[in-house]
């Protein structure tokens, strides 16, 4: 339930990043870029989707994302995405990559494209 939550709050913060810092939206320049986040049960399962300055996420699984985030459980995921977000562990993906409790489907760039974005939300 954490997991989906937070999916749903970073959403919602990168929404409002979009509309009120200029930064952001030009970070997001040229950008189409799509981030997927699952569990290995499928149990919970959010994208995100920028296309030219705007979101587009939903609650569900895109079989066409540039990049999926499988992680082993949802308590691990809260736990690495909550680090990143904070800005409280910047190696927390890359942790939880390396004990093997994170997989990365698809482009690699991306999700380092992603903890970039992340900055913005706070």
Aim: proline residues 1%.
């Amino acid at each position: 339930m954490k997991l989906r939550l937070l999916l749903w709050l970073m959403a919602l913060r990168f929404r409002r990043a979009i509309r009120r810092n200029a930064s952001f939206r030009d970070y997001l320049q040229d950008n189409n870029r799509t981030i997927q986040f699952t569990t290995e049960r499928q149990r919970v399962a959010r994208y995100l989707a920028f296309r030219d300055q705007t979101l587009r996420s939903r609650a569900r699984e895109l079989d066409s994302a540039d990049v999926t985030l499988r992680f082993a459980s949802a308590g691990i995921g809260f736990r690495t995405l909550w680090a990143m977000a904070t800005g409280k562990d910047k190696n927390a993906v890359m942790r939880a990559i390396q004990d093997k409790e994170l997989t990365v489907e698809g482009d690699p760039m991306v999700l380092m494209w992603f903890q970039k974005s992340v900055k913005y939300l706070r």
